[in-house]
């Protein structure tokens, strides 16, 4: 081999980094794809989760003053 065949051209160099960067792309975009899945879905998790707690909550507080109002009444 002569030192000519040994040698890296300025295109071969380009096409491996064109490879390399589209390689990437294609990771970043199927990770993000998920990672917009699993911080929706965490989002929802969690409207659902406070909502419930919510009422929970709420409806303590509801049984309580309806004891109230039971015993002011005249029965």
Not at 41 to 66: H, I
């Amino acid at each position: 081999m002569s030192k000519k065949d040994d040698e890296i051209t300025r295109e071969e160099v380009v096409a491996d980094l064109e490879k390399l960067q589209d390689d990437i792309k294609d990771t970043v975009s199927s990770k993000s794809l998920q990672l917009k899945a699993l911080v929706g879905g965490a989002s929802s998790l969690a409207m659902l989760s406070s909502f419930f707690l919510g009422r929970k909550s709420g409806k303590k507080r509801n049984s309580a003053s309806d004891l109230d109002s039971d015993s002011d009444s005249p029965e």
